[in-house]
Every structure is written in C-alpha cells, then in structure tokens.
T-cell receptor, first 111, second 116 residues
Framework: GQQLNQSPQSMFIQEGEDVSMNCTSS?????WLWYKQDPGEGPVLLIA?????ELTSNGRLTAQFGITRKDSFLNISASIPSDVGIYFC???????????FGAGTRLTVKP | NAGVMQNPRHLVRRRGQEARLRCSPM?????VYWYRQLPEEGLKFMVY????????ESGMPKERFSAEFPKEGPSILRIQQVVRGDSAAYFC??????????????FGSGTQLSVL
C-alpha cells in the first residue's frame, strides 16, 4: 500500500529546543494523524486533522493539515526529555477505510 | 490504548515452529488492524479485519501468514513455519467504526516475536 514520506528520519536536540517534522504523500488523504510511540509500547494518538489548512494544538504540540491535502507537519515547542520516542504520521482515506503510516521520526532529547 | 490487549508480550520460537499472536480489541470495537514493525523501521500494514471477515490483506505475505477475527474471541495472527526474518514487533490496533471516529486507531502494546 501507499506509504508516506516522513522526514527527518531522526533528530538529536537539546532540551528546550523546538522540533519540526513533516510528512508528504502523492495521494490525497481525508485525515492526517500524528502518533507517538514510546520504547516497547504501541503508538498513541497525539493529534488528528480533518480539514485542509487546519491547524490544531495539543499542549506544546502543533500540527497542520496541508492545503493540498498531501502533506502535514508537526511542531513540538520547548522540548523536554519525555518527548523522546518515535513520531509517526498517518494518512486516512474514507472511501476505502485505508490508513497508511510514515516510517517515523526518531527524536532524542538531551537534558 | 490500554484497552487493546495483546498477548503474549514476548514470544520465542525456533525456526519451523508456529507462532500465534492474539489481540482483543477495545470494548465496542469491531475492526482490527495488524501491523509489523522491524527494528529501526516504521509500521507496515499487514491486514484489516472485521468480525468474521478479512477486508484487506494486501500487506500480508501470501504464504505462512494468516489472520482471523472470529465472531467470538480475539483476533489471531498466525505465522506457520517461522523463519528468522519473521522476528519483529507485531502490533494490533482497533477502531470503533461508528462513522464518527473510524480513523482513530487504538494500539496494543505489541507482541515481540523472536525466532531462534
């Protein structure tokens, strides 16, 4: 199935820095979602976006649904050590109930 | 995501044995997805099931792998005659499919399969 292009693959940052990651696709999606996976656990939903251009925040996290419906980005402000993990974007299409994931961005935060 | 139960958490098999991975979706969820995650890689879709039906198995290898979601009981991912390349974390996710939140997947904690 169609996989999403997620970048960067990994990031090493200092505590307090801001983080930005994005996801692109050749296909249009109805919904973009961002998940976080802690080591040894399953992914947990962070933010869901439903409309092109939509900008949504969840605490220090902000995500946007691209105007073309083919991309999305996630920003994390003022990172803290517990932000460490793998962040996945996912695109969802209503017509075939299809959900696809990006390869993930591995975030390391140095205290 | 604590509501999706997967067991076992860790499964060790020798080459040629069978692996059976179980997933109980969240209460009220009738749709189950299975994903495979190799070390340092993302989630790869395997199969999507509703009760008693396979909706999409396009991500599942044609041989040795099968999945079911019976009317009663958990969803089962079965891998026959395992090989070392099957070693991975297998995640199950469920969604309510109530028309309002179809896209929100709730994941279990995964089963780590190790093939010796």
């Amino acid at each position: 199935g169609q996989q999403l292009n997620q970048s960067p693959q990994s990031m090493f940052i200092q505590e307090g820095e801001d983080v930005s990651m994005n996801c692109t696709s050749s296909s249009i999606f109805n919904t973009w979602l961002w998940y976080k996976q802690d080591p040894g656990e399953g992914p947990v939903l962070l933010i869901a976006l439903y409309k092109a251009g939509e900008l949504t925040s969840n605490g220090r996290l902000t995500a946007q649904f691209g105007i073309t419906r083919k991309d999305s980005f996630l920003n994390i402000s003022a990172s803290i050590p517990s932000d460490v993990g793998i962040y996945f974007c996912a695109g969802y299409q209503y017509n075939n109930n299809d959900m696809r994931f990006g390869a993930g961005t591995r975030l390391t935060v140095k205290p | 995501n604590a509501g999706v139960m997967q067991n076992p958490r860790h499964l060790v098999r020798r080459r040629g044995q069978e692996a059976r991975l179980r997933c109980s979706p969240m209460k009220g969820h009738s749709h189950v997805y299975w994903y495979r995650q190799l070390p340092e890689e993302g989630l790869k879709f395997m199969v999507y099931l509703q009760k008693e039906n396979i909706i999409d198995e396009s991500g599942m290898p044609k041989e040795r792998f099968s999945a079911e979601f019976p009317k009663e009981g958990p969803s089962i991912l079965r891998i026959q005659q395992v090989v070392r390349g099957d070693s991975a974390a297998y995640f199950c996710a469920s969604s309510p499919q109530d028309g309002a939140t179809n896209e929100k997947l709730f994941f279990g904690s995964g089963t780590q399969l190790s093939v010796l």
